[in-house]
Nanobody, 126 residues
Framework: QVQLAESGGGLVQAGGSLRLSCAVSGGTASTYDMAWFRQAPGKEREFVAFAFWSGGGTNYEDSVTGRFTISRDNIGNTMYLQMNSLKPEDTAVYYC???????????????????WGPGTQVTVSS
C-alpha cells in the first residue's frame, strides 16, 4: 500500500478558496485511482471527488460540482483539490484515498479504497 499525506487545510471565510494537496509515497501514483472524501463532526465519511489513474476522467459529489476541481500530477506523485466558493457546510476533515486502478466498484464506495491519509481540517466561517 502507498502512503498518503494531505496538506493545505485551514480556516477560511465563506466564499474563499483553498487548495488541498495529497502527496503519494511508497509507490507510483499512476498505479492508482484516487479520490477525496470528507467527514464532518457526527457524520459519516462522504465522497467528494474522484480521478482515474490517468487523470482523464473525474466524478464529483453534486454539492461540490462547479466549485471543486480534482487534478493529478502523476510525475510529482501528487493529487490536488482546488476548492472555490467555499461554504460553511464544507467544513470537515478532508481525506485523500487510493485504490487499485480499473477496479469495477462504485467510485463513491469508501470501502473500496485501500490507502488513506490522516486527513486535513478545513473550516469555513460564515
Amino acid at each position: 500500500q502507498v502512503q498518503l499525506a494531505e496538506s493545505g487545510g485551514g480556516l477560511v471565510q465563506a466564499g474563499g478558496s483553498l487548495r488541498l494537496s495529497c502527496a503519494v509515497s511508497g509507490g507510483t501514483a499512476s498505479t492508482y485511482d484516487m479520490a477525496w472524501f470528507r467527514q464532518a463532526p457526527g457524520k459519516e465519511r462522504e465522497f467528494v471527488a474522484f480521478a482515474f489513474w490517468s487523470g482523464g476522467g473525474t466524478n464529483y459529489e453534486d454539492s461540490v460540482t462547479g466549485r471543486f476541481t480534482i487534478s493529478r500530477d502523476n510525475i510529482g506523485n501528487t493529487m490536488y483539490l482546488q476548492m472555490n466558493s467555499l461554504k460553511p457546510e464544507d467544513t470537515a476533515v478532508y481525506y485523500c484515498a487510493a485504490r487499485t486502478r480499473w477496479l469495477r466498484v462504485d467510485v463513491r464506495d469508501r470501502n473500496s479504497y485501500e490507502s488513506w491519509g490522516p486527513g486535513t481540517q478545513v473550516t469555513v466561517s460564515s
